[in-house]
Nanobody, 123 residues
């Protein structure tokens, strides 16, 4: 069982930065594939980024490549999403999720989810 708690969301102006954190419980954090998803107002939840257990493989949706960086600290059982050059269209509730096996952008691969953190980017 894994419990996930996101933090770091907030209100920022366009062009600004935020770093989201996702703290996990459980003894085998390093074995989990971790993903980030977001749900904008009136929209479906969509994939943003994912990282494998040892941090050597990372995936990003095209719209955030070059702006967002996904990383993890297994000693701290925490995954991060550094978001730079934020745009109003990045406004969403951001969720982290954990998968016990390989995962990518398919939400069904992720068994554990955090409660989400709101990111609002003003123009």
């Amino acid at each position: 069982q894994v419990q996930l708690v996101e933090s770091g969301g907030g209100l920022v102006q366009a062009g600004g930065s935020l770093r989201l954190s996702c703290a996990a419980s459980g003894r085998t954090f390093s074995s989990y594939f971790m993903g980030w998803f977001r749900q904008g107002p009136g929209k479906e939840r969509k994939f943003v980024a994912a990282i494998n257990g040892n941090g050597t493989t990372r995936y990003y949706v095209d719209s955030v490549k070059g702006r967002f960086t996904n990383s993890r600290d297994n000693a701290k059982k925490t995954v991060y999403l550094q978001m730079n050059s934020l745009k109003p269209e990045d406004t969403a509730v951001y969720y982290c999720a954990a998968a016990s096996g390989w995962a990518h952008s398919n939400q069904n691969d992720y068994a554990y989810w955090g409660q989400g953190t709101q990111v609002t980017v003003s123009s």
